[in-house]
């Protein structure tokens, strides 16, 4: 089955630019191809980290003590 790709156009920092460049030649892969890793495994890890972080949330508000930076 051949999967569909589309385009996407977005700003990205100079220096974030250089640095996923440099990640993509290290890896052998195209900066498209890197950028699209990268996204993937954000997502993965979001995934991951996400249900714990929103229990941590209402744990802190419940206890009164809530803290301005998730100790994940």
């Not at 630019?17 to 979001?46: H, T």
Request: charged share 30%; glycine share 4%.
């Amino acid at each position: 089955m051949k999967i569909q790709k589309g385009s996407v156009t977005f700003r990205i920092a100079p220096q974030l630019k250089r640095v996923m460049e440099m990640i993509a030649r290290a890896e052998r892969r195209s900066f498209s191809n890197q950028v699209n890793v990268a996204l993937e495994e954000w997502m993965q890890i979001r995934d991951e980290l996400h249900p714990q972080f929103m229990q941590d949330i209402k744990e802190a508000i419940k206890s009164g003590k809530p803290e301005s930076v998730w100790k994940g």
